[in-house]
């Protein structure tokens, strides 16, 4: 007796979305017109174009029935609704790269530690047959999976794979003859099952994906309209997302791995995503129905003798350009399927899923092109980021925690230890930058002395010299940061040095944070996102911040009332910021009842006994040897004041020019970069009092305050001969160089020559010869003497120095926050001077103080 014919329910499709998203515009390529000669060569150049400006396309009039894809539809539904025990009955060997069969769902944890629900049905043909075993109801239509799998190849792929070899002027049937349907290859038929999360899970998924960011390993991939929403598409030009709308009667189809290794890299295999779909179609079940196809299992991924290839310059991919064996289809399915469906692998652990690192790890060795060495580039990313599981979970004996108060190991433990992201904050004095640079160098061991994983920024030149880093700005890649943010991201995206600083960088550090304003740290939270291809806040990269939004607020006026907008105010600070921590513990100030008035100050609430201790310190300072340095509001004020009394001393001024360097040759550029360090031009005299700028030991740091008692050859200078100051040189011939008494902390005074230094603005590049290595890139370097002069500073050059003997005039600050930062450079009251102390000039913003508050509450 015959057997039963197997039941199969029907397949109905859920309604469209009603939300306005934002649709990809893809082109249609309309197989009515392919069969003529001018039909082929019109719909030859629609397709290339489609590809290279989209990657994505639909096809129109394809030739098979909906009622047939309908019953794919259907026996995906029915094998679904197999119960969980008989389905894994059918696993496929994934550990060895097989996709052949079942994947259950589980196989990777998405963000937020939610397991993912993505289950995969595959049936491949051998020989143009399905000889895996299938359960029923499927075995029953084992025919019509066969035929219309055969359909796909005869009515679809079969025209696209003629046109694509017209385009590239080959002959017509090259790429069908890599795609024959009665040969051995890796082309499946897949059911594809994204079952709906919960309300609570849709929250907890960080990054509001299904599937993250990739490319697909084979040629073509068709994709039948499936109306829930969740495919998102990367546009090649602008990196921004677009969702892929699901068209009645289409086929959305994009390009793969193998077409862009067969054409040089001519054809690109564009990035997408599945996105959890939009609100009201999160109570359904989303079922995908598609097919992949590659070249056949022996085809080597090697570029096709094209014309077109030859005159456009695309004639080695990155295998060939590095020298080395090119894979054939079948080497690189395994290994590749093998690597993505590691088993308990997050799609974070996993970033950067365009290239295979088993594969591109022995090919590219040597990179005597361009873009063999980008290539090589992403590889190492790849392989310093698979690197991170292990490294995490090191523990390191070398770590600079050596006298830390209790407050800053919190901190310390937080950010080297648990990689989370903080803001530590604190009044001036209270060794931020101490326990920043003490971060900074454990980083560097963590990360084995890989130090193009950390990014050590601050928001001016001065305060990133400092800590041995760079400006924020340049870091990014931004220039003055003013432009839209696709702009920027597309200005990113030209210069490989700045897309490779983005990609690899693990940790990025800004120093002085209040003087960036909340627009900027939002966009370069859109930049990390979009560059790093991660949905995460700064793209998954680890925080460290630190400054005090009591001090100077940002130099861009953002709100309608003109007053700034904070850092504090972004949409992401809180999202980006797991942790606040503020330190209480003073170093800089050593009488805790100037403390005491200088946290009144900070916070804009003086009692009647601060204000008269203030008051009080109009008297002058004690002569030491050494004038207080006096704080100006305005830069140009300060430099006026100390012309003026450079020009009331008698003798001969030497004259110092600096010498400029680095491999950025604009002028503009490399002033710019190097503002914050010494001036291009110096004029000492005999008396001149100065500051340093750089740190020679413990006792000469950045900072120090002296005089010039002289001028002498380093080669020739003894300290001992000047003690007495009547040192003088003997050759007129030499090269002299200042000599100047500093005047300790202590109370002492130290002579020191100040020879020529040199600064330099530094980024890690990787090495062109050497994948393993890093090197240093000097982008701008200035050699000088390490000094200012020192009558004068501007507020702002004070920031973050600290300061033995200080006069401020109150009378000239307008900017809330500069009495504060102005007052707390001195580290006693014993060397401030204040003249003209007015209360009413005392003031904090009314945001930074609720900003505060809301901390001291939490």
């Known amino acids: 007796m015959p057997s039963a014919i197997p039941l199969v329910e029907p397949y109905t499709h859920v309604p469209e979305t009603k939300e306005q998203l934002d649709w990809a515009h893809l082109t249609n390529i309309d197989l009515s017109k392919y069969g003529t000669p001018e039909g082929n060569n019109e719909l030859s150049q629609v397709l290339i174009r489609a590809i290279k400006t989209k990657g994505f396309f639909y096809v129109t009039n394809f030739g098979i029935s909906q009622k047939d894809v ?37 196989r990777r944890p998405l963000t937020g530690g939610i397991p993912e629900k993505i289950e995969m049905w595959n049936m491949s043909t051998e020989d143009g047959q399905i000889r895996q075993p299938l359960p029923q109801p499927l075995d029953f239509y084992r025919d019509d999976i066969e035929n219309f799998s055969k359909a796909l190849h005869d009515k679809i792929l079969d025209p696209l794979n003629h046109l694509i070899a017209l385009a590239l002027e080959l002959p017509e049937d090259h790429f069908k003859d890599l795609h024959r349907w009665d040969k051995n290859d890796e082309s499946h ?83 997408h995503r599945v996105a959890v779909p939009p609100k009201d179609q999160q109570d359904v079940d989303r079922l995908g129905l598609m097919y ?16 077109l290839l030859q005159r456009e310059g695309y004639s080695q991919n990155d295998f060939e350009a590095g020298g080395h064996e090119v894979p054939t289809m079948e080497e690189f399915t395994k290994l590749k399927q093998k690597w993505n469906q590691r088993k308990g692998v997050s799609g974070e652990q996993a970033e950067g899923q365009q290239i295979l690192p088993g594969v591109i790890e022995k090919r590219l060795a040597k990179k005597p092109t361009k873009r063999a060495r980008k290539a090589a580039q992403q590889l190492r990313l790849e392989l310093a980021r698979n690197a991170k599981i292990d490294q995490r979970q090191r523990k390191y004996s070398s770590l600079d925690e050596e006298g830390l108060n209790g407050e800053q190991q919190t901190i310390f433990d937080l950010v080297v230890k648990q990689g989370k992201s903080v803001f530590f904050t604190g009044p001036a004095g209270t060794g931020k930058s101490v326990l920043l640079k003490k971060i900074i160098r454990s980083l560097s061991t963590k990360y084995l002395g890989d130090d193009s994983r950390i990014g050590v920024t ?34 990113i995206s030209k210069k490989k040095i700045n897309l490779w600083r983005w990609l690899n960088v693990d940790v990025l550090i800004i120093d002085e944070i209040s003087m960036i304003d909340c627009v900027l740290f939002d966009k370069l939270d859109a930049i990390a996102r979009e560059l790093r291809q991660i949905d995460l806040p700064f793209g998954g990269i680890q925080l460290i911040i630190t400054g005090d939004f009591f001090q100077l607020p940002p130099v ?29 513990q003073i170093y800089r100030q050593r009488d805790p009842e100037f403390t005491v008035m200088l946290n009144q100050i900070r916070e804009g609430r003086l009692s009647p006994t601060t204000i008269e201790k203030f008051r009080e310190l109009h008297r002058p300072l004690a002569d030491n040897g050494v004038e207080a340095t006096e ?22 001024a030497h004259h110092y020019h600096a010498e400029d360097g680095g491999i950025i040759t604009n002028e503009d550029t490399r002033k710019g970069l190097l503002s914050g360090c010494a001036p291009e031009s110096l004029a000492l005299k005999k008396g001149a009092q100065v500051m340093l700028t750089q740190n020679f030991d413990e006792t000469l740091v950045n900072g120090s305050q002296g005089r010039v008692i002289g001028f002498a050859n380093k080669d020739t200078f003894s300290s001992s001969q000047w003690e007495d100051e009547a ?43 050497d994948p393993d290595r890093w090197i ?13 002069l020192a009558w004068a500073l501007s507020i702002h050059k004070a920031q973050g120095q600290t300061l033995e003997r200080v006069r401020v005039d109150l009378g000239r600050v307008f900017e809330r926050g500069q009495a504060y930062v102005a007052l707390s450079r001195a580290t006693s009251m014993e060397g401030l001077q204040v003249v003209s102390f007015d209360p009413s000039k005392v003031t904090v913003h009314p945001r930074v103080k609720t900003f505060y508050a809301s901390l001291s509450k939490g």
């Open 70 to 106: 309908d019953q794919q539809f259907a026996l995906g539904q029915a094998f679904y609704k197999l119960p969980l025990e008989e389905r894994l009955e059918y696993v496929a060997d994934l550990d060895a790269g097989n996709y052949t069969g079942y994947r259950p769902a589980g």
């Open 189 to 271: 038929l897949r059911y594809m099952k994204y079952s709906k999360f919960s309300p609570e899970e849709v929250d907890a998924l960080k990054d509001n994906l299904w599937i993250r960011g990739h490319t697909d390993l084979g040629s073509w991939t068709l994709l039948f309209r499936q109306p829930v929403a969740g495919l998102q598409i990367r546009d090649p030009e602008t990196k921004g997302w677009k969702w892929a709308k699901p068209l009645d009667g289409s086929l959305t189809i994009n390009a793969g791995d193998a077409l862009s290794y067969l054409t040089g890299g001519y054809i690109k295999s564009t990035v």
């Open 292 to 307: 992949f196809t590659r070249p056949q299992n022996e085809v080597l991924l090697k570029t096709v003798d094209s014309p």
């Open 458 to 491: 601050a928001s001016t030149g001065l305060a990133a010299l400092n800590i041995g880093g760079t400006t924020l700005h340049q870091f990014a890649g931004i220039g003055l940061g003013e432009a839209p943010t696709v702009m920027l991201i597309q200005n």
């Open 556 to 584: 861009r006026k953002g709100s309608d009332d003109g007053s700034p907008k904070f850092c504090f105010e972004s949409e992401m600070w809180n999202q980006a910021i797991h942790h606040t921590i503020g330190l209480s």
């Open 631 to 652: 704080l100006f509001p305005l830069r140009r004020q300060a430099d006026q004041a100390n012309s003026r009394r450079l020009r009331k001393i008698n003798g001969v």
């Open 727 to 769: 040192c003088e040189p003997q050759s007129s011939a030499l090269t002299l160089h200042p000599v100047v008494r500093f005047l300790t902390q202590d109370g002492d005074s130290l002579v020191h020559i100040c020879a020529p230094v040199e600064w330099a603005i530094e980024q890690y590049v990787p090495d062109p010869l």
């Open 776 to 788: 240093v890139e000097k982008l701008a370097t200035r050699t000088q003497v390490p000094l200012l």
